[in-house]
């Protein structure tokens, strides 16, 4: 990746039709440790891997919560998205007090998706650099958006943001269709197989590193972390590791230049010193 | 694009010494690579209908939709960037409601279509903003018939009998024109736009492909059509809404048959074929 001179704002278009800031900001969330969110006909689940700056360090939260009914996993700089989140609490009240209900998932999506593309549009604001999956449920269910700063919103039965989410990508095509019928800890299973196939070769995950968080239909949102994390690990019993598959995966990656072994790309286009400033706020 | 601007194209709003705004060029570039997107006009209706990539089957079938309403009366499909389509639906229903707001009637076409070409010109004015990165195909009908329009990147617009943008639009204009507009009903108007999209989607590259598609027609069976024109309502009677789930299946299935034929005796001439579709 080089500097051209179509890369400096987000209101300049490269003779391709293309925002190079905007895709750079999409490079942002891949310095973020990994979340992954997946559905059920009744639940959705969010988990995530927490990352510490040092040994003795704590851990960056990943998950944070909206309402009752709904709550965000992000992947990428953390400031940007409590932004994203208390706009979307504001959003959260205003609908109890004008409405006295809770609001509908994609109608708050849609609102922090139409703030992201104005910064997109015009000079001297910056896109954010923050990816979310945005887990609730309403009268029409539970449901799962990933939130891009493009502004770009999908809706998934399953989905997985951040570093080598790729791995826990494919684990989600493999299994989702069987979704919408597990039960609530089956989900988290799930959601903590894909998030395992992320880590690297000498990590595991611990009560420290995972996040999660469940909410169903008629079911409050449910945040996990710590020692409460442990019943759901050892559910997921042999040991923490990741999968022979994923192990597999990742030296095929290697070999062919990694489509998502990116963390070293970016750090050196920022430069010695700034790539370990912009990795403190990263998440 | 001949040549690109040597420093007359990196802000928008310059001019190049023989007179090009590249800024506004480059984000028509943006839109020529976005998804195969068509209307057409009828004689009852409007068609408005896009070529949707699954770019993974983890995706919610359905969800994420491309067409939107504005207004009752007025479908709009946006190709480019998806987000600034949003921005740009959003403001046509903001126009749409200060319409009704002040003459206490619904918005024509031609005028909504005038002020959203007014819109999108304004961002190519200025250094501090980028020009939309999209193109509108905006269809309605008002009391005289239905009406189509597309807006471009650079505030430009025509009104159409039948548009096409998108990757694969020029294959899908050819296909346009050999129809008659004046002719042409909604109930096969389905059936060609369906035929279009298939004929248009390349699937030596792309991957597969759903259909969205909507229409706006005067007699809609649907609930919410007759739920619609309540007390204070101003309405003309015309309903943007989806294309019937079945109706759209059909005209699929008849579309996606009608490709495979041709690839199979590529000697038969095409106008034979349209005659027999129509």
Known sequence: MFRNNYDNDSVTFSPQGRIFQVEYALEAIKQGSAAVGLRSKTHVALVALKRNAEELGSYQKKIIPIDKHLGVALAGLSPDARVLSNFMRQQSMASRLLYKRPVPVARVVNAIADKAQVNTQHYGKRPYGVGLLIAGVDETGPHLWEFQPSGQILEYFGAAIGARSQSARTYLERSFESFPDVSRDELVLHGLKALRDTLQQDRELTTENTSIAIVGIGEDLKQYDGPRVKRFLDLLGEDGTRSQRAARLDTAMDVGGGADDDDDELAGLLGPGEGTSAMDTTE | ?278
């Not at chain 2, 089957?57 to 709009?76: A, E, F, Q």
């Not at chain 2, 250094?127 to 471009?152: C, H, K, N, Q, W």
């Open chain 2, 1 to 278: 694009m001949t040549s690109i601007g040597t420093g007359y194209d990196l802000s928008n709003s310059v001019f190049s010494p023989d007179g090009r705004n590249f800024q506004v060029e480059y984000a028509q570039k943006a839109v020529e690579n976005g998804p195969t997107t068509i209307g057409l006009r009828c004689k009852d209706g409007i068609i408005l209908a896009c070529e949707k990539l699954i770019t993974s089957k983890l995706l919610v079938p359905g969800s994420n939709k491309r067409i939107s309403t504005i207004d009752r009366h007025i479908g709009i499909a946006t190709s480019g960037l998806v987000p600034d389509g949003k921005h740009f639906t959003n403001r046509a229903r903001e126009e749409a409601i200060s319409w009704r707001r002040n003459f206490k009637d619904s918005v024509p076409v031609a005028s909504l279509a005038d002020r959203m070409g007014s819109y999108a010109q304004a961002y190519t004015l200025y250094s501090s903003v980028r020009p939309f990165g999209i193109t509108a195909i905006l269809g309605g009908a008002d009391d005289d018939g239905p009406a189509l329009y597309m807006i471009e990147p650079s505030g430009m617009y025509w009104g159409y009998f039948g548009a096409a943008t998108g990757k694969g639009r020029q294959a899908a204009k050819s296909e346009i024109e050999k129809l008659n507009p004046t002719e042409l009903t909604l109930l096969q108007g389905v059936k060609e736009a369906a035929r279009i999209i298939y004929v248009a989607h390349d699937d030596n590259k792309d991957k597969e492909f759903e259909i969205e598609m909507t229409w706006v027609t005067k007699d809609s069976k649907s609930a919410t059509a007759a739920a619609t024109g309540g007390k204070g309502m101003v309405w003309n009677g015309w309903v943007h809404e989806d294309v019937p789930k079945e109706l759209l299946e059909e005209a699929s299935k008849e579309a996606k048959k009608a490709l495979e034929e041709d690839d199979e005796d590529e000697g038969e001439t095409k106008e034979e074929k349209m005659d027999e579709d129509l």
